[in-house]
């Protein structure tokens, strides 16, 4: 182990340097003039007066550093600056000591300061009219309440000004970093949102357009090119349309009361539409698509937005996979609700042992399907079941259920 060294206390700041020297030069110039404050005590020499003169004005350089012993050898050299005769460039550094003691020291010293420093005034006061019997001792209590409560006090408000502002500023930075973080989720969720629109409008044409460009370069034969072109062709419109919607209303920046958005949401409506595009679509694959409308009011009721979008893109996705992997069979979309209870989608398609997709994916559409559910409040199940009628007895499922509340279903 080392020794600490000695001189391991820190630095004086610069300004307690220069009241420290200004102290002690104002002090030595009083005391060459014989400007005492009042005549020595016990007969004592003059030139003792410079010794705490010489003490008060170093512990000027602790005032920042080590404020309870500046205050402490203060006290003593004050003491002894009284007893001989008494400076006031000393005085004036004491009460400099005692502001910042409690200014710089730690919190229980701030405390306890102007509590000691009222009770040494009252002391100071009482005691001297009690034995003197004089009106005129008051003053001594008057001076020790200068030299002790005035510099006290004007620390302590000091002090509760800058742990004000001290947290002022902190709440501010704490509110700025909030907002950043509020910032960086928005962002974040605004991207999977986009993410989630481009995916279940580009997916289902794009994988028509994979899946009939395959058969047209497979099939040596011109009609059932034609026709593959004439789907491709169809599907691109489609998929050009779709994408210029969303890059009008990703571009608009007019329109706060989201009119445009409303028009360019698909509804419900659109199921119809939907599933004839897949018919279309997988018309060469042996797929047939049905749709069930078990809704208790026959599909007249218009369902929230989020809602009616979430059951839309649900079907769409679940559509595309269907065309991309599914076996030959019925493929069948099932819509209810009751009033009261949350809207369902299931969609069935025949589950078989392929040996690849007729297109290739991402895998993000069950993901962007589950974070849609999920940002609803509902339940989301994707997965192969068994039973399902067909050769192989497994059917692949999605089921979805988005809740809707009431005061939003009598709107």
């Keep these: 182990m080392t020794a600490r060294p000695f001189a391991s206390l820190a630095r004086p700041h610069r300004d307690d340097v220069c009241i420290a020297v200004c102290g002690l030069l104002g002090g030595l110039l009083l005391w060459g003039l014989g400007l005492h404050s009042s005549p020595p005590l016990l007969s004592l020499p003059s030139w003792l007066g410079l010794v705490p003169l010489v003490v008060i004005s170093g512990t000027e350089l602790l005032r920042r550093t080590a404020p309870r012993t500046a205050l402490g050898l203060a006290t003593v050299a004050l003491v002894l600056d009284v007893c001989c005769g008494g400076l006031i460039a000393t005085i004036v550094m004491f009460t400099d000591i005692v502001y910042a003691a ?43 309440g200068v030299i002790t409560i005035s510099p006290a006090w004007t620390g302590i408000i000091i002090r509760e000004h800058r742990n004000a502002a001290r947290a002022a500023r902190l709440e501010a930075e704490q509110t700025a970093l909030l907002a950043e973080m509020d910032r960086t989720q928005a962002i974040v969720a605004e991207r999977a949102r986009m993410a989630r629109e481009l995916h279940d409008m580009v997916a289902n044409h794009l994988s ?92 007249g009721a ?14 769409q996705e679940s559509l595309t996979n269907a065309l991309k992997h599914a076996a030959p069979g019925d493929v069948v979309v099932r819509v209810a609700h009751a009033p009261g209870g949350p809207f369902t989608v299931c969609v069935t398609s025949p589950f ?50 988005l809740p809707v509340r009431e005061e939003e279903e009598r709107r």
Excluded at 240 to 252: F, K, N, P, S, Y
Excluded at 303 to 311: D, K, S, T
Excluded at 367 to 388: D, H, S
């Design 102 to 144: 409690v200014l710089y020291g730690p919190p229980g010293t701030a405390r306890r300061v102007p509590v000691i420093s009222v009770l040494l005034t009252v002391v100071a006061t009482i005691v001297p009219v009690a034995i003197l019997h004089d009106p005129q001792a008051l003053l001594l209590g008057l001076g020790v």
């Design 352 to 401: 078989g042992d392929r040996p690849g997709p007729r297109a290739p994916g991402s895998g993000a559409g069950l993901v962007g399907m589950r974070e849609r559910i999920e940002l609803l409040g509902g339940r989301f199940e994707a997965g192969p079941e068994g039973g399902g009628g067909h050769d192989d007895g497994k059917e692949w499922r999605v089921r979805a259920e």
């Design 302 to 315: 218009r369902l929230p937005a989020p809602v009616e979008l979430a059951a839309y893109r649900i079907v």
């Design 208 to 299: 028509a357009i994979a899946i009939h460009a395959t058969a047209a370069q497979s099939i040596d034969d011109p009609g059932a090119s034609r026709e593959a072109l004439g789907v491709i062709r169809e599907n691109s419109v489609q998929g050009l349309a779709e994408m210029r919607r969303l890059i009008g209303l990703l571009r608009d920046a007019k329109d706060p009361g989201g009119t445009a958005e409303a028009q360019a949401t698909p509804t419900l409506d659109g199921l119809e539409a939907l599933l004839a595009q897949a018919r279309a679509n997988g018309a060469s694959s042996g797929l047939a698509f049905t749709l069930e409308d078990a809704r208790a009011d026959g599909g």
